[in-house]
């Protein structure tokens, strides 16, 4: 038995498949599901969504952002603002990109302007150990 996946960002849904094992961080801790798990519904944390399935040794890897996880009859749908899929990481971006989230978080006066940059660094790092864990394989 597997796990049906879909992922959706605002307006389409940007990744769908079967897996045999999910792992997420939550709000309040990671959590791995398998087939079977009893329902839930979950607010997810920007991180590394790890999925496993029998057809790759490799785990599935992609970056999410802030958003909610509901699961039911072994059917696990994500809805989040922004989700990076492994092969859409650019690895010559993240530097730039790091040192300008981090200038924009320490430049940051107001409260929202300081959680968008944190959100970002987030981001950024969750990349940044996708990229690690592949150069590690």
């Known amino acids: 038995m597997k796990l049906k996946v879909k992922i959706a960002i605002p307006g ?5 498949n079967e897996v045999d094992e999910v792992n997420i961080q939550t709000t309040t801790g990671k ?6 798990h ?5 607010t997810v944390e920007t991180s590394v969504l790890r999925m496993k399935s029998d057809e790759s040794q ?3 890897l992609m970056v999410i952002s802030d ?3 509901s699961l039911e009859k072994n059917s696990i749908f994500i ?3 922004r989700c990076i899929l492994e092969d859409n990481i650019n690895a010559s971006k993240l530097e730039e990109d790091y040192k300008t989230a981090l200038e924009r978080y320490n430049n ?4 929202g302007k300081k ?3 944190n959100k970002a660094l987030k981001r950024i790092n969750a990349c940044y150990e996708i990229l690690s864990y592949r150069n590690n394989d």
């Open 12 to 16: 389409k849904v940007v990744w769908e």
């Open 31 to 36: 959590i791995g599901i398998l087939p079977n």
């Open 38 to 42: 009893a329902p839930i519904i979950a």
């Open 58 to 60: 490799n785990p599935i």
């Open 67 to 69: 958003g909610y996880l």
């Open 79 to 81: 809805a989040t603002d």
């Open 108 to 111: 940051a006066e107001k409260p």
């Open 115 to 117: 959680y968008i940059a």
